[in-house]
């Protein structure tokens, strides 16, 4: 059974960088594709970025682009999310996620396309 675990949240000033990690554990992940979520306060669960496991295909919100770099290192189950030039906006718990193989297609920045999510780290940018 996977289990997701994710680190490196924290404070962090405007304009400053985060690196957040993801670990896999119960199994090594043999799925289709993992990704970043975050979720503010009040707001619904946003797409950061997602990547294929096998293949490396990357996807990000056009809000993210240019900024922040989605990254994994499939023999330690590990996923990486490398957030530079970090607005307040972007204070956040967020959130790792993965895919199995499925019969549907791939949906990266859809919420309801992945099977198995970390509990979230709290990301606090400030101004």
């Known amino acids: 059974q996977v289990q997701l675990v994710e680190s490196g949240g924290g404070l962090v000033q405007a304009g400053g960088s985060l690196r957040l990690s993801c670990v896999v554990s119960?199994?090594?992940?043999?799925?289709?594709?993992m990704g970043w979520f975050r979720q503010a306060p009040g707001k619904e669960r946003e797409f950061v970025a997602a990547?294929?496991?096998?293949?490396?295909?990357?996807y990000y919100a056009d809000s993210v682009k240019g900024r922040f770099t989605i990254s994994k290192d499939n023999a330690k189950n590990t996923l990486f999310l490398q957030m530079n030039s970090l607005k307040p906006e972007e204070t956040a718990v967020y959130y790792c996620?993965?895919?199995?193989?499925?019969?549907?297609?791939?949906?990266?920045?859809?919420?309801?396309?992945?099977?198995?999510w970390g509990q979230g780290t709290q990301v606090t940018v400030s101004s």
């Open positions: 996620a993965g895919r199995d193989y499925g019969s549907r297609p791939y949906q990266p920045r859809e919420p309801s396309t992945y099977h198995f």
């Open positions: 990547i294929t496991w096998a293949g490396g295909a990357t």
């Open positions: 119960g199994r090594p992940f043999s799925g289709y594709a």
